[in-house]
């Protein structure tokens, strides 16, 4: 039976993917990729592929890892192939699409600052990218240079269909294809602000921090006492202590979850763990990450409206002081997301 490897979530560095973990975000690194090939020696593998994409380099990393293989090797395209996965998708000996799954092609892009000549070379090395990228799916379709930075120019989606036609899949899964219809597109997972992953990358080499464990269970079998009616009958001190530390305990965690409510949309989170009886580890967990998502779609809003302010036609005025900047709010969200994972970390620094 074939290996199965995962080609799951966002691609990201090596040096990204503990990060990722930690916040419990679905993601693969070159490495995890190389470690499974290396234990499946030359044995025939089966890499299952659902991911948006992400880093360039680390998905140009896969593919080459791919590629080398010894054995046989066959991918399956199981939801979204977009990106950097589509690239480490063509790194297989065959490659096999589900019916309702979907693969997608698309320019390299980056966030760049400076002057029209930055912004210039910029805009050179990003063409370089692209045709570095449409090597792999040359080599894989045979398609003309051109007709290939046309589709990525265009962001392009195919359908089971589509991509057995242009030569990027080499079989539809499951045969059935006079029945295929077209599926609404997969919607893309996030990847982490780059101000957020800086900080929790200090937060980390800091101080190498052990995961949360669950308490401890009691014994099994331990039925001295039968139930709290007998325990304060027969030592009415103990019980009388338990009942004290267990009120201390709960005015503890509602006190630990009220002042978490302070952090951006951490209220209603609040307000459910303490009901739920949850703890002030797992509401910080659910902040953290509902913040991470804020950012996501704050800092898309934020290009998008940039983009289309038409700002580059405004002359300059008086600056207002006010306001703080994108990057300052960037760093100031970045902030409030470490603090709460320094008290998920039990406010170790």
Known sequence: MPKKINLKGIIVSNDDIEIYDWFGIEAVSPNKIADQLTEANGEDIEVYINSPGGSVWAGSDIYASLKEYSGNSVSKIVGMCASAAGVAAMGTKKLMIAPTAQFMIHNAANGQYGDYRDMQKNADFLKQVNDSIANAYILKTGLPRDELLNMMDHETFFTAQQAL????????????????????????????????????????????????????????GDDSLKDL???????????????????????????????LAGAPGAKDIVAKAITEGSSAAQAAMDIVKASAERLTTEGQKRLYDAKNSGAEGVLPGDPDDTKPTPEAQSQEDADDILEEMKKLRGGRN
């Open 229 to 259: 009616d007998e325990l304060k009958t027969k030592h009415p001190e103990i019980y009388n202590a338990a009942i004290q530390v267990g009120l201390s305990q709960e005015r503890n965690r509602i006190t630990e979850l009220n002042s």
């Open 165 to 220: 036609e242009k030569g990027f899949a080499d079989e539809i899964m499951f045969d059935d294809a006079n029945q295929l219809k077209l599926v609404a597109n997969l919607g893309v997972s996030f990847t982490l602000p780059q101000a957020v992953m800086d900080k929790a990358r200090n937060e980390l080499l800091k101080n190498k921090l052990p995961p949360i464990e669950p308490e401890p269970k009691g014994e099994e």
